[in-house]
């Protein structure tokens, strides 16, 4: 009974692993992207022939890539809405949305450092890097140091 119950875990903790990365490109499912254009069509499924759910129209948009289906990405958007999109249509730019009202960017990664600019909700910016809770980002012209907490996409893939 005790093997047959060790073979169980060594087979589901191997099945767990494999489900952590794409069958298409072997890279890790959960990986943050962005959208390449600024019209993007959103599927019910992998394929053309799947109705379009809804069209994403803002470029730059951070994405979640949960799956893969040949030359298709299952997406993931901030509110937690998933679909299918062309693997056209992605790119490897990391970028973050801001989901907390009026934050502040600042000049350094603290709270006493002289402010840069304050982010609106939904607001998105290109993705430098992060460090100890804090990213750096550039919106617009603004370039300056944001909490981590604050975005949706920052969180390391």
């Known amino acids: ?71 298709w990405r299952k997406i993931r958007d901030f509110e937690g809405t998933e679909g299918w999109v062309h693997k056209a249509m992605v790119s490897g730019n990391r970028t973050a949305i801001v989901i907390q009202d009026g934050f502040t960017m600042r000049r350094a990664p603290s709270e006493q450092s002289p402010p840069v600019a304050r982010l609106s909700p939904t607001v998105v910016g290109t993705l430098e890097t992060c460090e100890n809770g804090w990213c750096l980002m550039q919106v617009k012209t603004f370039t300056g140091w944001v909490k981590e907490t604050y975005l949706w996409g920052a969180l390391k893939s």
């Open 1 to 71: 009974m005790r093997f047959w119950l060790m073979v169980f875990v060594v087979v589901f903790s191997g099945l767990a692993h494999a489900a952590e990365v794409g069958e298409v490109t072997g890279m890790p499912l959960g990986r943050y992207a962005s959208l390449k254009s600024a019209e993007v069509n959103v599927r019910t499924g992998p394929g053309t022939r799947y109705p379009i759910l809804w069209v994403f129209q803002r470029a730059q948009m951070p994405v979640q890539i949960v799956g893969e289906y040949e030359h």
